[in-house]
């Protein structure tokens, strides 16, 4: 076989790679969000499935920003992001490597642990989570509710009840006050 025979087969599946490559990449971009980095609800939700279904110990989280709009009306859409991407890593951060943390959109967030053992515990999120942002030398005070739910209290361990109960968990502590976690 000559040069231009080994070339002219090869270019078809070089493109073909290439190609494949690119659309892999968007896709992967497309399940993270742009602004943290953390998985989207797609992402997030096709992974925490698996992980809920084969983790008996898992516990399910979502994280609600409290009075967020009032950082964006007072200190710009910029001091937000500032305060979202705070948000996402001390999330991220809590999970380690035995969950996997989201950005549900706007100011929600969730996570899946595996085995919260391996976690510093909720009240030690809560307090990271409430820790302030300097953004341009402003100090922008962050609230945030955490509502969980145990895979061993659902009597069917699918995703869609256990974030329920962590959203019933979570209004239940934002009624008794901001900076609260059930």
Request: with cysteine.
């Amino acid at each position: 076989m000559d040069t231009q025979t080994i070339a002219a087969a090869g270019l078809p599946a070089l493109g073909w790679a290439l190609h494949g490559g690119l659309l892999w990449r968007r896709l992967a971009t497309a399940r993270r969000d742009p602004l943290t980095g953390l998985h989207t609800r797609a992402g997030w939700t096709t992974r925490a499935e698996h992980l809920l279904a084969k983790h008996p110990g898992a516990l399910v989280l979502l994280v609600d920003l409290d009075d967020f709009k009032t950082i964006n009306d007072t200190h710009g859409h910029a001091a937000g992001d500032a305060v979202l991407t705070a948000t996402a890593q001390r999330l991220a951060d809590w999970c380690g490597r035995h969950g996997i943390a989201a950005r549900l959109g706007g100011d929600e967030f969730a996570a899946i642990v595996t085995d919260p053992g391996h976690t510093a515990g909720l009240f030690a999120l809560r307090i990271a989570l409430d820790e302030p942002v300097t953004h341009h030398g402003h100090v922008l005070p962050v609230s945030a509710s955490v509502g969980h739910c145990h895979r061993d209290r659902l009597p069917v361990p699918v995703l869609t009840d256990a974030l329920s109960a962590a959203d019933a968990s979570m209004y239940a502590a934002k009624g008794h006050g901001r900076r609260n976690t059930r």
